[in-house]
């Protein structure tokens, strides 16, 4: 059974930073890409950063800069490293695979397993 479990989320300050990991299991998705979505209260689901199994990485124009996206094959994990962190950016940080090899895309609808999600609240 595949399962994408995140951790990492919390309660920081405006300016600061966070790691968020998601460990996958059940599967080895070292040639899948990977994401990372966002759902702010009251808001739709939020595209926020992919990358294909070999590195290639694609963002979001309100994260880039600030937030990158990383793996490591050997560990079935994704990576989000968030800094400079914004009182926008308080959300459920979701991450997900795709069903196969492919590219990385900006709509959910490409990706087939997800993870529960982990809060993350920024404080002015």
């Known amino acids: 059974q595949v399962q994408l479990v995140e951790s990492g989320g919390g309660l920081v300050q405006a300016g600061g930073s966070l790691r968020l990991s998601c460990a996958a299991s059940?599967?080895?998705?070292?040639?899948?890409?990977m994401a990372w979505f966002r759902r702010a209260p009251g808001k739709e689901r939020e595209f926020v950063a992919a990358?294909?199994?070999?590195?290639?990485?694609i963002y979001a124009d309100s994260v880039k800069g600030r937030f990158t996206i990383s793996r490591d094959n050997a560990k079935n994990t994704v990576y989000l490293q968030m800094n400079s962190l914004e009182t926008e950016d308080t959300a459920v940080y979701s991450c997900?695979?795709?069903?196969?090899?492919?590219?990385?895309?900006?709509?959910?609808?490409?990706?087939?397993?997800w993870g529960q999600g982990t809060q993350v609240t920024v404080s002015s």
């Open positions: 997900a695979a795709r069903g196969g090899p492919g590219v990385p895309s900006n709509r959910p609808s490409a990706y087939y397993y």
């Open positions: 059940g599967r080895a998705f070292s040639t899948y890409p």
């Open positions: 990358s294909s199994g070999g590195g290639f990485t």
